[in-house]
């Protein structure tokens, strides 16, 4: 009895358990821990942590590849979608059916807000490089600044895979953390009076420009910059169908289940992939705090271009929403809400805000087909 006893352990995951293993458990349980007690980006952060726990459970297999006779681990094969780049673009087709670009049409001055914010993004690549990381390796620690999961992953994935679970979790940690990070940067960087400016009603934006816009932005994008065409074109395709309001079974579709399913097939395989190995290193730790200084830096850069449209426009623009400019969507334009309320319980930024917000998410994508291009 004793013998078969002794024969179960043996075999059992508890004898297979190693430091390394156990410390990731312990990692993935924390996660866990933010994502549902602190509600960190629950609906990615969940997935991530729980895909983190199966793959370091001792001999599960669930992370195995085929091999002829072994028909290898179900992640193996759900991680295909994410290592050939599907789950990325399909989540920014729901996301475009989700967004509202009017903001952006309305005032188109504030795209270059957005764009203001992606410097961070450089400022965290030319940083990785002086420590040492390679090009491929700078730029995927670097998109993080775009404060945007998929395009994070989608640019990681095909530049610097390896570096991918700690990156996954940098990225939409920040996220999570965006009404934390950012108040203190407005702050510091504005004024009372900057931070009092009320800005003027937005003009109501019809729905031809509405329907024309995501073509427009499809075509120039596409020519400018052609490796941006995937996550721009999903991300425009899926706001055209939103804009046109005859194919309302299709936005819900994408908008609602398509979104979720995919979102919890590229959670658990990202995190699956983190294995002690990879994640256990100083790399790690460094991109962690390359990604916060990346992120830092993009809302700095957008407050700051917003600083200097308030003097170009005499007082008539909030530099707040340049802190928008991030393409943490909507939660950038709602810290810029509360910023600007905390001020005067009168003023209404968040539709203003929302107008670099978006114009963020496209320029997140189109540096990061930027960086496609360089060093792919």
Do not use: W
């Not at 990692?27 to 509600?39: S, T």
């Not at 940083?127 to 491929?136: I, N």
């Not at 994070?152 to 990070?181: D, G, K």
């Not at 114009?359 to 997140?364: E, H, L, P, R, T």
């Amino acid at each position: 009895m004793l013998e078969i006893i002794s024969e179960l352990i043996a075999n059992s995951g508890f004898a297979a358990l190693s430091g390394k293993s156990f410390i990731m458990i312990v990692i993935a349980c924390v996660l866990l821990y933010l994502g549902i007690r602190k509600q960190y980006e629950p609906y990615l952060m969940i997935p991530i942590a729980f895909g983190m726990l199966l793959s370091n459970l001792p001999i599960s297999g669930i992370m195995a590849p085929g091999n002829g006779i072994d028909p290898g681990g179900l992640l193996y094969y759900l991680y295909q979608g994410t290592k050939l780049g599907i789950y990325p673009p399909l989540i920014f087709l729901c996301l475009g059916v989700a967004t509202d670009f009017g903001p952006l049409i309305a005032n188109p001055m504030t795209i270059l807000l957005g764009g203001a914010a992606q410097f961070g993004i450089f400022a965290a690549f030319f940083l990785a490089l002086l420590f040492g990381m390679t090009p491929q390796e700078a730029a995927s620690i670097g998109i993080i600044g775009g404060a945007d999961g998929p395009t994070a992953i989608f640019t990681t994935t095909r530049l610097a895979p390896h570096l991918l679970p700690a990156i996954a979790v940098a990225a939409y940690s920040y996220m999570a953390l965006v009404p934390v990070i950012q108040p203190p940067i407005i702050r510091a960087l504005t004024t009372k009076e900057e931070r009092n400016v009320v800005m003027e009603e937005q003009r109501k934006v019809s729905q031809t420009e509405k329907i024309i816009f995501p073509i427009i932005v499809t075509i120039l994008v596409s020519l400018l910059v052609p490796s941006a065409t995937t996550l721009v074109g999903m991300l425009m395709l899926g706001n055209l169908l939103r804009e046109t309001k005859i194919v309302p079974l299709l936005t819900d579709a994408l908008q609602n289940s398509l979104m979720y399913i995919v979102t919890i097939l590229l959670g658990t395989t990202v995190g699956a992939t983190a294995s002690s190995e990879i994640f256990l290193s100083p790399d790690t730790l460094l991109i962690i705090v390359l990604g916060l200084i990346a992120f830092s830096f993009g809302t700095a850069s957008g407050v700051l271009i917003g600083k200097v449209m308030y003097k170009f426009t005499g007082g008539k623009i909030n530099p707040m929403i340049g802190a928008a400019g991030v393409s943490a969507v909507p939660m950038a334009a709602r810290v810029v809400q509360k910023e600007g309320q905390l001020e005067n319980p009168s003023n209404y930024l968040l539709m203003h805000a929302m107008g670099p917000n978006v114009a963020g998410v496209i320029g997140s994508a189109i540096v990061a087909g930027v960086l496609l291009a360089m060093f792919g």
